[in-house]
């Protein structure tokens, strides 16, 4: 059974910094592109950053500079760090593996692959 479990989410002022985790398991996670998304009320969901098997990285526009994304293969997890978070940055983050790219897709899961649950992240100004 394929599982995506995130952790880290919570609630920080501006300009403070989080670290999500996924761990992975019930795939080969080496051999697997993965990805953060994020979705806000109302909002489509957004891709935030993706690392592929070779550990190439991409970041959307709003967070480059920010925000880091990398992986571990020996622990089967993805990590993305936050830092100087700012208000836009409140969302429902997940982590996905072999999905789709898209900048920005009605749901998450309508980009197929596998996926989190999800961790809320709120940024308070």
């Known amino acids: 059974e394929v599982q995506l479990v995130e952790s880290g989410g919570g609630s920080v002022q501006a300009g403070g910094s989080l670290r999500l985790s996924c761990i992975a398991s019930?795939?080969?996670?080496?051999?697997?592109?993965m990805g953060w998304y994020r979705q806000a009320p109302g909002a489509e969901c957004e891709l935030v950053s993706t690392?592929?098997?070779?550990?190439?990285?991409y970041y959307a526009d709003s967070v480059k500079g920010r925000f880091t994304i990398s992986r571990d293969n020996a622990k089967n997890t993805v990590y993305l760090q936050m830092n100087s978070l700012k208000p836009e940055d409140t969302a429902v983050y997940y982590c996905?593996?072999?999905?789709?790219?898209?900048?920005?897709?009605?749901?998450?899961?309508?980009?197929?692959?596998?996926w989190g649950q999800g961790t809320q992240v709120t940024v308070s100004s």
């Open positions: 996905g593996a072999d999905m789709l790219v898209a900048a920005y897709y009605p749901e998450c899961s309508g980009l197929g692959g596998y």
């Open positions: 690392i592929g098997k070779d550990g190439r990285t």
């Open positions: 019930g795939f080969t996670f080496d051999a697997s592109h």
